[in-house]
């Protein structure tokens, strides 16, 4: 298993400890701070691992399946649990989620009829608003940082939305040659 590989595979395992420490007080107050340091690091390593593997070609079957499934389960663990503090909406959780079944759905009728849906700039900034709006919620710093994660709600919103129509978009042929 290559390095990009290790490190997807490390952002998996990743999860279920961040999801311990916002959902428990075993730690009391440190708990908001392992959290936030756990979600940061495997933050980093999404950014890494696409590095890494492209720069010296480094690229699997594993990563290009796993890759996103980790991101997928990093930033979907995440805002589930921000919604019982309060710090998201469960209807704004509810449409990114949602967001994510469809295009998994759509590269799996894609990858059915032979074609490959790579990942549009429109998802990764999608990716990288959702992965400032999480740390941000965490943080919870008070003061000008909640106009903040507001406004990277809103935005983490708007691209989840147009990512997704640009995705479809894109690839509409999938609807009517794969099968659908």
Request: proline content about 0%; cysteine-free; glycine content about 8%.
């Given at each position: 298993m290559n390095l990009p590989n290790k490190l997807t595979v490390l952002r998996v395992i990743m999860v279920p400890?961040?999801?311990?420490?916002?959902?428990?007080?075993v730690g009391g107050a440190a708990n908001k701070w392992i959290s936030l340091a756990i979600f940061v690091v495997a933050s980093l390593t999404d950014m890494l691992d696409g590095k890494i593997a492209r720069k010296y070609n480094l690229v699997t079957n594993f990563g290009k399946f796993m890759d996103p499934l980790a991101d997928k389960l990093l930033v979907c663990s995440a805002i589930i649990c921000l919604i019982p503090s309060g710090k998201l909406d469960a209807a704004i959780v509810i449409v990114i989620i949602a967001r994510e079944f469809i295009i998994s759905g759509f590269r799996l009728v894609a990858s059915d009829a032979?074609?490959?849906?790579?990942?549009?700039?429109?998802?990764?900034?999608?990716?990288?608003?959702?992965?400032a709006m999480i740390i941000v919620l965490i943080a919870d710093f008070g003061g000008v940082f909640d106009l903040i994660g507001t406004i990277l709600i809103w935005i983490a919103v708007a691209l989840t939305v147009i990512s997704l129509i640009d995705y479809v978009w894109k690839n509409r042929q999938v609807l009517t040659q794969g099968g659908m």
């Open positions: 400890f961040f999801v311990f420490f916002m959902l428990t007080d032979g074609i490959v849906i790579a990942a549009s700039y429109w998802g990764k900034f999608k990716t990288v608003f959702q992965m």
